[in-house]
């Protein structure tokens, strides 16, 4: 297994601008008629960055994907190497230039940041998971460095946003059925949560970027902008 995929194995497919941003709006309505199909109403407050840019989240589950990239203008997002395997979203997020990153590789963060700040110097918007793994909708749980040092290494101010879920169904707890961080199988969770019939998003993106001189402190003051504005999950 690669620990690094780039759409059409490299990242010299997103060259001509022109294909970067009509792949990014086909990613776009793509993620939007997902959330359509699936019951999402999404409430976006403040105002997402313009490309190129490094956002940082927290991280709830798969969901994260279509939100993010249903209202984040030419996002590619630094995934898991997994979920290039997962039925039909893999498929499109490797269509769509999501940078894949194998961490039982010691090589994977240096190959995934090589990528991150290619996909930056090309005009492309990055969404990175600082915490590593989805949570159960609790509390944002530290943010790790290593992954932020394109940021640093091109001195460029970091984004970041905030994304939770709710239900309006008694009984049923957003932070169970839309949440993955119960180890379970995707097919299984996916199952799980088509079984819901409507849900809201809320995504919040920051006022400011957050900048800093090395990496654990930008790791930290992101997650401080991040923590604020989180409200636990039902």
Request: proline share 7%; hydrophobic share 45%.
């Amino acid at each position: 297994m690669f620990a690094l995929r780039l759409c059409a194995g490299s990242f010299r497919g997103f060259a001509p601008a022109f294909d970067r941003k009509a792949r990014a709006k086909v990613y776009q309505r793509w993620c939007r008629g997902m959330l359509l199909i699936t019951g999402g109403r999404v409430r976006v407050r403040g105002i997402p960055p313009s490309p190129p840019y490094l956002l940082v989240t927290n991280h709830l589950g798969y969901l994260d994907i279509l939100t993010l990239g249903a209202h984040a203008p030419g996002a590619l997002f630094v995934s898991r190497a997994d979920v290039q395997h997962w039925p039909l979203i893999g498929f499109i997020c490797t269509r769509m230039g999501t940078i894949y990153i194998d961490r039982t590789r010691t090589r994977a963060v240096r190959e995934a940041n090589r990528a991150i700040k290619a996909a930056i110097e090309a005009g492309n918007g990055v969404v990175v998971f600082a915490e590593g793994g989805a949570s159960p909708g609790q509390e944002v749980r530290p943010f790790k460095a290593p992954l932020l040092e394109p940021a640093v290494n091109l001195d460029v101010p970091v984004h970041y946003a905030v994304v939770r879920y709710e239900l309006d169904q008694p009984g049923r707890r957003a932070s169970k059925l839309l949440c993955w961080a119960d180890g379970s199988a995707f097919l299984s969770h996916a199952f799980r949560f088509l079984r819901v019939r409507a849900f809201r998003a809320e995504l919040t993106f920051g006022d400011e970027p957050v900048t800093a001189p090395e990496r654990k402190a930008l790791a930290q003051a992101l997650h401080e902008q991040v923590s604020k504005r989180f409200a636990p999950m039902d």
